[in-house]
């Protein structure tokens, strides 16, 4: 829904004619009305979170408490935080009100006399915002439960546990009952269900020619991925203890030729759209990779590198005037999964770098990794800057996984290759190696994610066109006994007589940096023109 589509608007005044009058002109534009004569009615009407307005217009002079008040109550509450806030007054209508009410929270500020049109449009911007967030946030959270299933399939180290990951997986990804089909190493057909999105999933019944008939509606022979629907009769003749109650939406995924496929399947009625198909498709996809891994290796740290590489991003935005070069390195053969992670996404202010690290080497970090990647994607597509995107990162953790800590630094190159704006949240510096100049590290420095400190403005960086930088994780550099000024110090050195082109950059940095290291490395490079 778009910011002029239609929305249930709360409109708080204490007088009647002004509150009549501003609800008939958004009555006639086509949203709901909700009024309240004061504060303390408007806060009763905000306590059920299931019935929330999609946005507030509050008077600043209330009978019984100020307009501020009403504000700072809604943005106080984590249930209407994001409840935008539009102030309105006749009397207070100096800079200095207008400027109080901004900073206790409204997201815009009208005085009297208003024109219908510009309530009308500024009640228009505020809702575009918000509903941008808020898919933006919607993104953010189904992208969690798809990493969170996936997450949970490859920590499986048996193949019925793996079905059951996939089955609860899709029950909660769909809000849906769901089954998972796979072939056992016994070459039993094993079906896993899960009665609805809360239920444990449970072995069923399946028979042995199951995994064939379902081959017949979807995928054949072919890898890959493929969606089809299967009428509920014909399903229920195969599957006579469904959990199903309609139509069933089934995904087949095999990975390699001559290999049985899995079968991920929930109700029809549950797939509303694109999305949803994508995200089944993901989920059925990283399943079937998990279980012919599962058929390949014996021990689970084959699994936690497959998913670790999982949560690295496949391939980079193409952006005129920058070029980029990555590497990633698990510690060792035997080191657990870690948290180090890289991302470039491509946004209206320039191509924003970032690279960071969840403290701790376990599948737990390497969740809340993939947590702040999409949500790092998600706030960048939504537009916010590099600070914006730390607080909101930082929230984030505070708010879904207390006590876990990241580093992430940002770097914002913006068009035209003359400048780039550092962010920094705990991070070792981004290396500057400018043809103009001495290779510099970054000065730009910030608190570590998860402390819930606000973070500071980046720090703009002029730069002359073929200027790159290096971003790197700590287990390049880190070594016990040394201190980090030290290392970084010999890494420009190393950076500045190395060659110029990114990819053998990368290699001859990992060579002389990356041996026997006890941490994983992740490096990014990037060359500005």
Same mark, same amino acid.
């Given at each position: 829904? %778009? ?7 709360? @409109? ?15 009555? /006639?534009?086509? /949203? ?9 009615? =408007? ?6 979170? !299931? ?8 008077? @600043? ?5 100020? *307009? ?33 009410? #901004?900073?206790? *929270?409204?997201?815009?500020? $009208? ?9 009308? =449009? ?12 808020? +898919? ?10 798809? %990493? ?5 399939v490859y920590g499986a180290t048996r193949v019925d546990t793996l079905a059951a990951a996939a089955a609860r997986g899709a029950a909660r990804l769909m809000t849906s009952p769901s089954s998972a089909v796979v072939l ?19 072995? +069923?019944?399946?028979?042995?020619? #199951? ?17 089809? &629907?299967?009428? /509920? ?37 549950? &797939?509303?759209? *694109?999305?949803?198909?994508? $995200?089944? %498709? !993901? ?25 670790? +590489? ?50 701790? /080497? ?9 947590? $702040? ?37 940002? &770097? ?11 962010? %920094? ?34 720090l703009a960086e002029p730069v002359s066109p073929g200027t790159r930088v290096l971003l790197v994780t700590d287990g390049l550099v880190e070594v016990r006994g040394i201190d980090l000024g030290d290392s970084l110090a ?40």
């Open positions: 829904m %778009n910011g002029t589509g239609p929305a249930t608007v709360l @409109v708080v005044d204490g007088t009647r004619a002004g509150r009549c009058a501003i609800a008939a002109w958004l009555r /006639h534009a086509g /949203h709901q009305v909700v009024e309240a004569v004061d504060g303390a009615q =408007a806060i009763a009407l905000l306590a059920d979170p !299931q019935d929330l307005p999609d946005a507030a217009i509050v008077d @600043v002079r209330l009978p019984d408490m100020s *307009g501020y008040e009403v504000c700072e109550y809604i943005k106080g509450h984590p249930g209407t935080a994001a409840l935008p806030v539009v102030h309105i007054s006749a009397t207070a209508t100096a800079a200095a009100d207008r400027t109080q009410g #901004l900073d206790r *929270g409204a997201d815009a500020y $009208l005085t009297e006399p208003i024109a219908p049109e510009e309530l009308l =449009a500024t009640v228009a911007a505020v809702l575009r915002y918000a509903r941008a967030r808020r +898919r933006a946030e919607r993104l953010a959270a189904r992208m969690t439960q798809l %990493n969170q299933a996936t997450l949970a056992a190493p016994d070459g039993r057909v094993l079906r896993m269900a899960s009665a609805s999105a809360t239920a444990h999933p449970e072995p +069923r019944m399946a028979h042995a020619g #199951l995994l064939h008939w379902l081959s017949g509606w979807a995928l054949g022979e072919r890898t890959g991925a493929d969606l089809a &629907v299967v009428p /509920h009769r014909d399903w229920k003749e195969q599957l006579p203890d469904t959990e199903m109650c309609g139509d069933v939406c089934m995904v087949l995924a095999r990975t390699k030729r001559a290999r049985p496929p899995l079968c991920l399947a929930v109700e029809a009625a549950a &797939v509303e759209d *694109g999305e949803d198909r994508e $995200l089944l %498709n !993901q989920l059925a996809h990283g399943s079937a990779m998990a279980v012919e891994a599962l058929r390949t290796y014996s021990e689970e740290h084959s699994l936690a590198l497959t998913l670790q +590489r999982s949560f690295l991003p496949s391939r980079f935005p193409q952006v005129p005037g920058v070029e980029l070069a990555v590497r990633y390195v698990p510690a060792s053969s035997q080191a657990e999964i870690g948290g180090d992670f890289y991302e470039a996404v491509e946004t209206g202010q320039g191509l924003l770098l970032a690279i960071g690290d969840v403290a701790g /080497h376990s599948l737990e970090a390497a969740a809340v990794m993939g947590e $702040l990647r999409h949500a790092l994607r998600a706030y960048a597509a939504e537009g916010h800057g590099p600070r914006e995107v730390l607080d909101r990162l930082d929230a984030l953790l505070v708010r879904f996984q207390p006590g876990v800590t990241a580093t992430v630094c940002l &770097v914002l190159v913006e068009p035209g290759g003359h400048r780039v704006q550092v962010a %920094n949240a705990g991070h070792i510096p981004p290396l500057l190696l400018d043809p103009a100049g001495p290779a510099r590290y970054s000065t730009a420095r910030g608190t570590l994610l998860g402390l819930g400190l606000r973070h500071p403005e980046p010999e890494l420009r050195r190393a950076a500045e007589l190395g060659p110029t082109d990114l990819e053998r950059l990368c290699d001859a940095l990992l060579s002389a940096f990356g041996e026997d290291k006890g941490d994983d490395i992740a490096l990014l490079a990037a060359r500005c023109y």
